[in-house]
């Protein structure tokens, strides 16, 4: 935005780039204008509860591959997540993305919180927690 080169401006870009990833669209597209942003995209589909609506279908392929024989194990040889769990945890991932990506600076995360939060997310979808395999609670 203009502003010099910062730690909360890399989280920015972090953000943006993860929403890319997981929606398959980019902030350029054809459909971001009229003050539409990718970040409001997904920000407003979260609030409908939209959030399979907008994922990049391919996020689901796997897991529909496994429901249907294929599976997708985790590195503990468990059953393959659900399409429920991938749906929590992409709604999980997507808040992550939208604080990353926030207009303000002073409204975006440090680097080691984001962390913490994906590592969470992953050991949900994983099935591993802290205690014994127990799933971990997703920070809201």
Do not use: W
């Not at 935005?1 to 902030?27: A, Q």
């Not at 399979?52 to 689901?60: H, K, V």
């Amino acid at each position: 935005m203009g502003n010099e080169v910062s730690t909360s401006g890399d989280m920015y870009s972090f953000g943006i780039l993860l929403l890319e990833m997981f929606t398959g669209k980019r902030p350029t597209d054809a459909m971001f204008e009229g003050g539409l942003t990718l970040h409001n995209f997904v920000e407003m589909a979260m609030a409908d509860e939209q959030v399979a609506n907008i994922a990049d279908p391919t996020l689901f392929q796997q897991v529909v591959m496994g429901e249907k024989g294929s599976s997708i194990n985790n590195s503990q040889n468990k059953s393959p997540a659900s399409i429920h769990e991938v749906q929590e945890c992409l709604t999980s991932i997507l808040k992550v993305e939208i604080t990353c990506s926030e207009e303000l600076p002073r409204d975006r995360p440090d680097i080691e919180e984001i962390v913490t939060q994906l590592h969470v997310i992953k050991n949900t979808l994983l099935g591993v927690g802290v205690h014994g395999g127990m799933r971990a609670s997703i920070a809201a």
